[in-house]
């Protein structure tokens, strides 16, 4: 099951081969700010702690409408397409304590882009994640003048760890584009691997239980599928808008870390979202993949992981 980048109008086919998704969605998106949107210190395979919430921002931004998501972002697993590079200077970071990652994002013509559109509210859609698909951070840095971009990660496990850039160029040729682009940095120490959990098709995060339904999942086809959240039995029917969504989903496959991101089809209508979140999902490649389940209620951000497997 894979999941691609952010909601757009009308979306293009999925071109790349990669693991980009195509998916059908029916959010909003835009604005920008420098808020972390969910980071999640030290997060492994058998906790999901919550971050706190993002800041509310308003305005509709790219391409906003029910649609299909992007074309040709490819895989997220290079650091450079057609011209535009993700540039930085740092190979490690420190182990055991936050720590800033900073990065430029170059033009065809070599320069640093400093002007973006924004996406589900954002100039700037930042992930970290270790080899063994634990310890994920989202966050939305801020960017200098200049086009330098800051990311203040939580504390890092010692491992190899990808750091990927989302976002869509605002001019020249890519503008309008979508673009995911990632570096591996590693966090010096032992790194002992964390297995990656069974496939399964549900799972708890601060007392909620998210459930995936939707049968078994083929590559190269399209599936709809439902996301379920309850708590204590329940139905829960107070999910907030969290990026112009009622669920930011964000995928990495197990082995090589290819990345996919896919919103609910589900229309947003003020604070009572939920229970069931619908999707139109199609993955190009077979594979076991982490999901990365974020939503919110009452102010507070949850993030629920689980791993589904595609055939």
């Not at 998106?29 to 980071?39: L, Q």
């Not at 801020?142 to 504390?155: E, F, K, P, Q, R």
């Not at 790194?191 to 939707?214: E, H, N, Q, R």
Request: charged share 15%; net charge negative.
């Amino acid at each position: 099951m894979s999941f691609i980048s952010r909601s757009t109008a009308f979306r293009r086919a999925l071109a790349a081969a990669g693991s980009a998704v195509v998916l059908a969605g029916a959010l909003a998106a835009c604005g920008s700010s420098k808020d972390s949107g969910s980071s999640m210190p030290g997060m492994d395979h058998a906790a999901t702690p919550s971050a706190p919430a993002s800041s509310a921002d308003a305005g509709h931004g790219h391409d906003s409408m029910s649609g299909m998501d992007h074309a040709g972002m490819g895989n997220g697993l290079a650091d450079a397409r057609d011209g535009y590079r993700l540039a930085s200077s740092a190979a490690t970071l420190p182990a055991g304590r936050p720590a800033p990652y900073t990065f430029k994002v170059t033009s065809p013509d070599g320069k640093p882009l400093t002007a973006f559109a924004p996406d589900q509210s954002k100039l700037m859609h930042f992930y970290a994640i270790r080899s063994d698909l634990t310890g994920f951070q989202h966050l939305h840095p801020a960017m200098s003048d200049d086009g330098t971009w800051t990311a203040d990660l939580a504390s890092l496990e010692p491992g190899s760890w990808r750091v990927y850039a989302s976002f869509i160029p605002g001019t020249g040729p890519g503008k309008d584009q979508d673009f995911v682009l990632s570096r591996t940095v590693i966090v010096p120490g032992d790194a002992p691997t964390t297995p990656l959990p069974a496939a399964a098709t549900s799972t708890t995060a601060d007392g909620y239980t998210v459930t995936v339904k939707g049968g078994e999942l083929m590559a190269g086809m399209t599936h709809p599928l439902t996301v379920s959240i309850s708590k204590d039995g329940k139905p829960v029917t107070d999910l907030q808008p969290y990026l112009e969504t009622y669920a930011h989903l964000t995928a990495f496959r197990e082995g090589d870390q290819a990345f996919a991101h896919l919103h609910p089809q589900t229309e947003v209508k003020g604070d009572r979202g939920g229970p069931d979140l619908a999707f139109q999902a199609m993955l190009p490649e077979s594979g076991n993949w982490r999901l990365f389940l974020q939503f919110q209620t009452g102010g507070k951000l949850h993030t629920a992981a689980l791993t589904l497997k595609v055939a």
